[in-house]
Each structure stands twice: as C-alpha cells, then as structure tokens.
C-alpha cells in the first residue's frame, strides 16, 4: 500500500474538471470576479493534464469525485468527516489509471537510450527508471508525478524523429507542460530539435520554418484546449496566474522559514546540491510537511518493508549511480563528437534537454521538496544507463582479449 498523500484529495476533488469540459467548458473560463474561488485558483496553479486523467479512470468506474477539497488546517479526522478523503475505491481508481502509464514510460525511455547508445543501454535505463526509488512512489499515487513522468520520457523518445515528425515533438513537449508547469524547460529544445535539420535536406530554410510552425502549432493548440481557463480573457489570465504562483510560492517559503527553515534553499548551490541529494541518496520521502505524520506511520513502514522501494538509497548506490551518469555522459559526448550526424545530434539534444530542465528547476524551485526532482528522474537514468551499458561492453572486450592471449 502506497502512503496517502492529501495531494491525492485535491486532484480527485478537482477531478470534476473532466465533467464540466464536456458539458460546460465556458463555466472553466477565467472570471476575474472569483478570485477567491478555490477551485478557479487550483486551475491557476496546477497543469489540467493529471485531473482530466482521474475524472476519465473515475468515470469509467462509475464513481464521483472528491465532494469536498483537502483542508491542510484541520486534522485528519476532520477532514475524512466532511468527505475530503477519498474512499479506497476512488484512491486505488485514480491510483490505478496513472500507474498505467508507467509501461509506455519504459518503452519511451528504452527508445531514447537506444537513439543515443544501444539496445543494452535503452534495456538498462528502463530497467533503472522501472526500479528508481521516486518513481515507484511518486509516479504511482493519483497525483501529477505519473503523467509527466510519461511525458518526458515520450518527449526525449520523440528527439530522434524531431526533423520529421516535428508535432510528434510538439505533442510530447505539450503534455509535459500540461501535466506540470516546471517542463516548460524544454521548450526551447524542442524548438531546437525541430529546426536541426541535416545539410542535405532542401530547401532547408523553408523546412525549418515548416517545422517550427507545426511544433508550434501543436504546443499552443493543446495547452489551449486543455485549458479553457485562457479562452476568454487569455492575457487577464496569463497575469492572473503568474501573480497566484507567486502568491503561493512566497506563502510556502515564508512558512518553511518559520516551521522547518532546513527546507529554504537561498543560493542555486544549495539547490543544485539538495537536487543531486534526492535524485541519488535521500530515501522517499512521503510527505513535504508533517501535518499528518502520526496517521502516514503504519503505511509508511509497511511501504520501506518491501524489498525494492529504497533500492539504491544509500552511499554506495548513490555513488555508482552518479559515477555511471557522469561517464555516460562523458562517454556518450565523446562518442558521438566523433560519429556523424544523426548520433551527434540525438546525443547534443539529450545534453540540452539535461541542462535546460535542470536549470529551469535549480532557478525556479527553492524548497527541498523530493517531488519536485521527479522530472530530472529519466535523463538520470538515460545516461546512468549509456554510463553502465558501456562499462558492459569494456569489460566484455577486456575478457575476450584476455581470453585470446591465454
């Protein structure tokens, strides 16, 4: 059993979304007049991507959402008697339907380790990302960690069609930012991927501009239909939703200051360096505050007592992974600067998309929440996986040599 995280509560509380962007999709335009609304603050805040996927696994089982929203200010009990924690049928529904997409998320990763290394290596990091730490709990709770996990993957699987098949690119960049906001990130190597083109494809310029146009058209047209928030007053909205991330982000920082100052991270080194410490080290951490500690306990311990789900979190683990990352990119940078073309590029993308998304969250994220890592998770294991697929083969050349001179 997988710990209750009161996240879970809000996304099946706003599940609802689903049902009213089929019957009723203008009532979930911006109203400039409901700004209190706590409902019109969630669309605001989070990507549509996660709630309109639990109100499609819901319906299909015949079930309602969440009727009341998570209260953070009342205790446990309080909330479960007003209704805002999901009966089990609900939870293990919504938890069901995202952990569906894990599947295609290994699939999409072995894709994008094979365009940059081999068959071995893509086997490798499917087989890292399917047992990684984060993932088996994030990426398995009714919560936005799951679809964008899916996303990303299906993006870097994408990078190797990207001069072809720009809206395919254009897709997977989309429902990376609409599963959550911080995959804007790769954005711009997307746009990049679209309009590197080989120097024998004519007439280049007007590809290019065909590409970008389609990728484009693709990005925009999505995020819009997914958020009919924009579809009347889109600049008023934009404006809007900026100023309540904000809002929110200065809420949560002036209160990790006051109760758990540990968790404020000032300088980009500190962020860089708690960054490294829960993509390789810190064991899962189930809950960013400890409101509900004392009720999360039992799970929590019959969670870590599974073989499995701390696999790797500790100093030796957590030295070999980063090792082999660090030498599958070195090693995969080496490679691919003496190969041709379709190598060099697929290798240099995955290098961008790396260091965009990285720094986008070094930048944007000052809290020491582990989720919040969660999308650097599958270029981890791309390159810890080209780092261990080639220390494979040297040391399979190492033996058959040996094997010769004896």
């Not at 494809?201 to 389609?214: D, E, G, L, S």
């Not at 500790?314 to 030498?327: D, H, M, Y």
């Amino acid at each position: 059993m997988i710990p209750f995280h009161p996240d879970e509560s809000t996304y099946l509380y706003m599940s609802s979304d689903f049902d009213w962007l089929w019957s009723e999709p203008l009532s979930l335009t911006f109203n400039p007049h409901r700004l209190e609304d706590p409902r019109q603050i969630y669309r605001l805040l989070d990507a549509p991507l996660t709630r309109y996927l639990l109100g499609v696994g819901r319906t299909l089982a015949g079930l309602s959402a969440v009727p009341v929203d998570w209260d953070w200010a009342k205790s446990w009990q309080a909330n479960s008697m007003i209704g805002a924690l999901p009966g089990q049928p609900l939870l293990n529904t919504g938890r069901l339907l995202l952990t569906l997409l894990l599947p295609f998320s290994l699939t999409f990763i072995y894709l994008a380790a094979c365009s940059a290394g081999g068959r071995l290596e893509g086997f490798l990091a499917a087989l890292l990302l399917g047992t990684h730490a984060l993932v088996l709990l994030h990426a398995r709770r009714a919560m936005a960690e799951g679809p964008l996990l899916f996303a990303i993957t299906g993006f870097l699987a994408s990078l190797s069609f990207a001069e072809r098949r720009p809206w395919l690119v254009g897709l997977a960049a989309a429902l990376a930012f609409n599963a959550k906001h911080s995959a804007l990130a790769l954005l711009p190597v997307g746009l990049i991927a679209v309009a590197w083109l080989p120097t024998s494809i004519p007439p280049k310029w007007a590809r290019i501009v065909f590409n970008v146009v389609q990728f484009l058209t693709i990005y925009i047209g999505l995020t819009l239909a997914l958020n009919p928030l924009f579809w009347r007053e889109p600049w008023l909205t934009a404006q809007a939703m900026i100023q309540t991330r904000q809002d929110l982000l200065n809420h949560q920082v002036a209160d990790a200051r006051q109760y758990f100052p540990e968790q404020v991270l000032e300088s980009p080194w500190e962020r860089g360096v708690m960054l490294l410490g829960h993509l390789y080290l810190a064991p899962p951490m189930f809950a960013e505050v400890g409101n509900y500690r004392a009720e999360t306990a039992p799970a929590e311990k019959a969670y870590l007592a599974v073989p499995g789900h701390s696999l790797g979190r500790n100093p030796i683990g957590a030295s070999l992974w980063l090792g082999l990352s660090f030498l599958g990119m070195v090693w995969a940078g080496r490679e691919a600067f003496r190969a041709g073309y379709p190598l060099r590029r697929q290798v240099a993308l995955l290098l961008l998309a790396t260091a965009f998304q990285a720094t986008g969250m070094v930048l944007a994220i000052p809290l020491a929440w582990q989720r919040y890592s969660l999308p650097l998770v599958p270029f981890v294991c791309v390159w810890t996986g080209i780092g261990a697929g080639r220390l494979i083969r040297m040391l399979r050349s190492f033996n058959l040599r040996s094997l010769k001179r004896s």
